[in-house]
């Protein structure tokens, strides 16, 4: 089993390309309970603060550090929650929906994301 700090910081890079590809509006399936059981540890008003800044800002380094610290902090009190949370994180990335979203952060970079398929794309810069 990987280290808790590891299960926390897969478990934000994992729902991440979803917030940055359109919201929790395209949350579902596996992604849903992996989402679920996050926001499931951030009870406190300050820590709710935190999940609204990850999901207007997926990409900021900052907001997913501090994220990373509230879910680590709760997965080393229950290692019966880390382990579900491993086994929803793998069902995520074996979903269709999570291998078609890319994510890109920094200056002229070109993203596409989305389900494409049999299509000849173009890019002029």
Known sequence: MIDIAEIAKEAVNTITPFLAAG??????????????????????????????????????IATKAKVEYVLESELKNNKEFAEQLLKIISAVKETEEYSNYVSQVGNDNISIQGKISNSKINIKK
Not at 30 to 41: I, P, R, Y
Not at 44 to 59: F, G, M
């Open 23 to 60: 919201g929790t509006e395209l949350i579902k399936d596996a992604a849903s309970d992996l989402w679920a059981s996050m926001k499931g540890v951030f009870k406190k008003k300050d820590e709710e603060k935190l999940l609204e800044d990850l999901e207007k800002s997926p990409t900021d």
